[in-house]
């Protein structure tokens, strides 16, 4: 099927571990964003990318790595997770000049 | 500056009746302003989407208004339905500024009672 996809759904890891979340999109669009959504805060940008091997900090980017090395993927690493990093992460595609489409997150829980 | 400020926390509505969320910004240079509709265990999916050059916009029971001069733009839903039971974001962006990322409200969460 076409859209976003993300995996895991749900995730428990220890603090110091590290975690990769995955996100697969299949309209070749060429922006991909990672957001994370905590209550209270709404949802932040922590990475965007605007092609293959073109990535770039958003507002929260410190304890994440991202890479894009083929346009479809855009995975998300946690170098060395800490309980702070616990919440639910969205990853967008980008259509056009505006409208962002989002996959159904990926909950993340450290202990 | 980059902030939206999103009111109020927690909505509950009649069946029928009319929903009002309301957003604020600061940075004149938005051009773009959404509202996503995000329900339990879902990624937030594009609602309606307004530019500031209308004031208004209108998608069956679902309108923006757009007041530029005071730097709000809000969201009706009008014949609220139990379906409608959802948290809602407005949002803001520039395009061309990192992507167009989108700065987010914090959220409502709306119950539509029967």
């Known amino acids: 099927d076409a859209g976003i996809t993300q995996s895991p759904r749900y995730k428990i890891t220890e603090t110091g571990r590290q975690v990769t979340l995955m996100c697969h999109q299949t309209?070749?669009?060429?922006?991909m964003f990672w957001y994370r959504q905590d209550l209270g805060h709404g949802l932040r940008l922590i990475y965007y990318s605007a092609a293959a091997d073109i990535t770039d900090k958003g507002e929260v980017p410190d304890g994440y790595v991202v890479s894009r090395s083929k346009t479809e993927n855009f995975p998300l690493t946690l170098e060395s997770a800490t309980r702070s990093q616990t919440s639910v992460y969205f990853c967008?595609?980008?259509?056009?000049?505006?409208?962002?489409?989002f996959g159904p997150g990926t909950r993340l829980t450290v202990l | 500056q980059q902030q939206v400020k999103q009111s109020p926390q927690s909505l509950i509505v009649q069946k029928g009746g009319i929903s009002i969320i309301n957003c604020a910004y600061e940075n004149t240079a938005f051009d773009y302003f959404p509202w996503y509709q995000q329900f339990p265990g879902k990624g937030p999916a594009l609602l309606i989407a307004?530019?500031?050059?209308?004031s208004e916009k209108k998608e069956g029971r679902f309108t923006i208004s757009f007041n530029k001069s005071a730097k709000q733009f809000s969201l009706h839903i009008m014949d609220s339905q139990p379906g409608d039971s959802a948290t809602y974001f407005c949002a803001a962006s520039i395009k061309g500024n990192q992507g167009g990322k989108l700065i987010f409200g914090q959220g409502t969460e709306l119950s539509v009672k029967p």
């Open positions: 967008a595609s980008k259509v056009g000049s505006d409208t962002q489409y």
């Open positions: 307004i530019r500031p050059d209308v």
């Open positions: 309209w070749s669009h060429s922006y």
